[in-house]
């Protein structure tokens, strides 16, 4: 895959963005009874004016981004990211929230009890490799997301929550190799790409805050913690140098918009390709 203009990427990802949740309807969920499991209301069909993507990234702290981001009519946040304490930078609106499998399967992050994962939609993903069938995914995932999934929709059936289908991640992989002149790592993209992507389906518009990094750049992991690398804004896992530069392709805004922090997109449904 070469390089092409901004507008024919664009429309390549409008045209191979298909969200995709685990709906029920495949095995092995079909017959574990799961299409009675998941929300009533597919994901697809929810739609917003505004939307912010808010990134984790340390260079979001002493932002002051925080009205801006409230000024939107729905919010992504990702995984353990909090707004208590750092609404001057995140605001404090929360309406979808994209978590990975570690989050729902490791103790630490106290996925039943935490007040984090309480408000708005919650997405799950888990790292299923690249083209397995969903039987073998489901009795080996990266880290096990099925059995608090469960739980949490018995418990708490009326905040909706999805979980991701692998499907939709790996075709999100393809795009971005597909779109690189190196081969990239056949590790699945970061919850930022998939969320951009997402809110793109979702959303008339959508800014994205501090994927492309700022005059605010830092090796600060995270604006919630104490740690420092530079693999979390560059990548190491993720192929996500290369999301970020597809996405600075797209970008509509102007260059200074950019260095502070934001990336405007046009929501797919508002672009005739
Ligand atoms: O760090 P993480 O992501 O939760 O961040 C969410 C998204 O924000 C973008 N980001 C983050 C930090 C930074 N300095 N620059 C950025 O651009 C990325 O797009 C990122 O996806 C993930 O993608 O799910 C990830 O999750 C963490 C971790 O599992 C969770 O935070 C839970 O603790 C991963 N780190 C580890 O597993 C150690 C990270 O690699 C990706």
Not at 9 to 34: A, H, M, N
Not at 135 to 157: I, N
Not at 214 to 227: A, G, I, K, P, Q
């Amino acid at each position: 895959g070469g390089r092409r203009s901004g507008v024919q990427l664009y429309c390549e990802l409008k045209r191979r963005t298909r969200i995709q949740t685990v709906d029920g309807t495949e095995e092995p969920f079909s017959s574990l009874g799961w299409a009675r499991l998941v929300p009533p209301l597919p994901l697809q069909e929810s739609q917003y004016q505004s939307c912010a993507v808010v990134m984790s990234a340390g260079a979001v702290l002493n932002s002051s981004l925080g009205w801006e981001i409230d000024s939107h009519d729905a919010v992504l946040r990702f995984n353990a990211a909090p707004i208590k304490g750092f609404e001057r930078d995140v605001g404090t609106k929360t309406t979808i929230r994209i978590i990975n499998s570690q989050i729902v399967a490791r103790p630490k992050h106290q996925f039943n009890s935490s007040s984090l994962y309480r408000d708005g939609t919650l997405l799950v993903w888990d790292p299923a490799p690249y083209s397995s069938d969903l039987t073998q995914w489901f009795e080996k995932p990266d880290f096990d997301l099925f059995s608090p999934y469960v739980q949490q929709r018995r418990l708490r059936p009326e905040q909706p929550f999805y979980i991701l289908h692998p499907e939709f991640i790996w075709s999100l992989w393809d795009l971005i190799q597909d779109n690189t002149e190196d081969q990239i790592q056949p590790n699945p993209p970061s919850s930022g790409f998939t969320g951009i992507l997402l809110m793109m389906s979702l959303c008339r518009e959508v800014s994205v805050y501090e994927f492309i990094p700022s005059v605010r750049r830092t090796d600060l992991c995270h604006y919630y913690e104490r740690y420092h690398d530079d693999a979390c804004t560059l990548g190491a896992y993720h192929p996500l140098l290369y999301e970020k530069l597809l996405i600075q392709r797209i970008h509509q805004g102007h260059q200074d918009q950019l260095r502070r922090g934001k990336v405007t997109l046009r929501g797919f449904r508002t672009v005739q390709c």
